[in-house]
């Protein structure tokens, strides 16, 4: 295959582009190697085209936003990964609505909220992905969703054109989404908050943000919670009562502070955090009669 069109077609609005581009950097669990042809997506006119691009030849791409939900092969990815970057993150509040480019950090968009005395997205304060990415995943924390907040996006549809779509049409439930199912590029999300006073939505957030930082293991990389939560329980708990916490495979472990992340403990690989994603399961599946299903995408 050859990137070098792709590269100089997203280079024309100003992106930047890599060949054979190291993916650890880019993700939360700091593993992956190195993708054919990285882009740099700026704006939604570039988004646009690279998708159209990579589908008009039957190029592989895939959409990265914080990679904080992602577990990359140390092969890397065969194809063109189309990075939502940084320049693609703006966000603005209009009276009760907040509009987010695919790249918007979603902490950004919580002090953006604030700031407007907004509330509703203090649940999200502390969940280290792209609006793009919350969206697709439906991401929650803390008894709140992005369904809850979201009231319409853009994406870009099967011709490669930029279409509205509302909530309803959206299918969010646990950890699913339309964009999911039909790997649908997200370009853009809006929210719909309600007036609140700025003192209780900063305590609101500083508090989930401290629930966070003595729950979870936030000093190693990881990808957040590794498992879904099966139904009527939780993932961390079946680990628990199975003796799994610590599990170790390579530099890959269960963590000993929250047991429903795996995190890297130093130069852990693909291969290693798929051994303990494996004896956890198989354990779990073995004492509890419940299968776990993988929350964290892998890639390769
Ligand atoms: C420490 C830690 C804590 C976490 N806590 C939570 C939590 O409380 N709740 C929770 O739900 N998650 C949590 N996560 C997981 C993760 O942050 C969320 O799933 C987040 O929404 C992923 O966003 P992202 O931009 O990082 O997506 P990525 O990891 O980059 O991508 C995830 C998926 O979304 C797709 N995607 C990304 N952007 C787009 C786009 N613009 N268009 C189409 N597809 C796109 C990717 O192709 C991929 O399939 C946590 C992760 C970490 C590391």
């Not at 439906?138 to 907040?149: F, K």
């Not at 699913?176 to 790997?183: A, L, M, Y």
């Amino acid at each position: 295959m050859n990137f070098r069109e792709i590269a100089d077609l997203c280079a024309g609005y100003g992106a930047e582009t890599a060949f054979n581009e190291p993916l650890a950097p880019y993700t939360s669990f700091k593993i992956g190697g190195p993708c054919d042809c990285m882009v740099k997506v700026n704006s939604r006119e570039c988004f646009g085209a690279a998708v159209k691009y990579c589908r008009s030849k039957n190029i592989p791409y895939y959409i990265i936003g914080k990679g904080s939900n992602i577990l990359v092969s140390g092969e890397g990815l065969r194809g063109v990964v189309i990075l939502i970057s940084s320049a693609f993150s703006a966000i603005t509040v209009e009276g009760e609505h907040i509009t987010c480019e695919a790249g918007a950090p979603l902490c950004r968009v919580c002090i953006a909220a604030r700031d407007n005395c907004l509330t509703g997205i203090e649940f999200a304060y502390g969940i280290p992905g792209s609006a793009g990415g919350a969206l697709y995943m439906n991401a929650g924390a803390y008894m709140g969703e992005m369904s809850q907040i979201v009231e319409s996006a853009e994406y870009i549809d099967e011709n490669g054109e930029i279409k509205e779509i509302a909530l309803k049409d959206m299918d969010l439930s646990y950890r699913h989404s339309i964009f999911s199912e039909k790997n649908l590029p997200i370009v853009s999300v809006k929210i719909k908050l309600n007036k609140g006073e700025y003192d209780k939505i900063n305590d609101r957030m500083n508090c989930l943000m401290d629930r966070r930082k003595n729950a979870q293991p936030l000093e190693y990389p990881s990808a957040g919670s590794t498992f879904k939560r099966p139904q009527g329980d939780f993932a961390a708990r079946l680990i628990d009562v199975c003796g799994l916490k610590g599990t170790s495979c390579g530099g890959a472990e269960v963590s000993t502070k929250h047991s429903g992340f795996v995190i890297n403990k130093g130069n852990a690989t693909f291969e290693d955090v798929l051994g303990v994603i494996d004896i956890v399961k198989e354990k779990v599946y073995a004492d509890t009669g419940v299968m776990l299903e993988c929350e964290v995408l892998i890639l390769k």
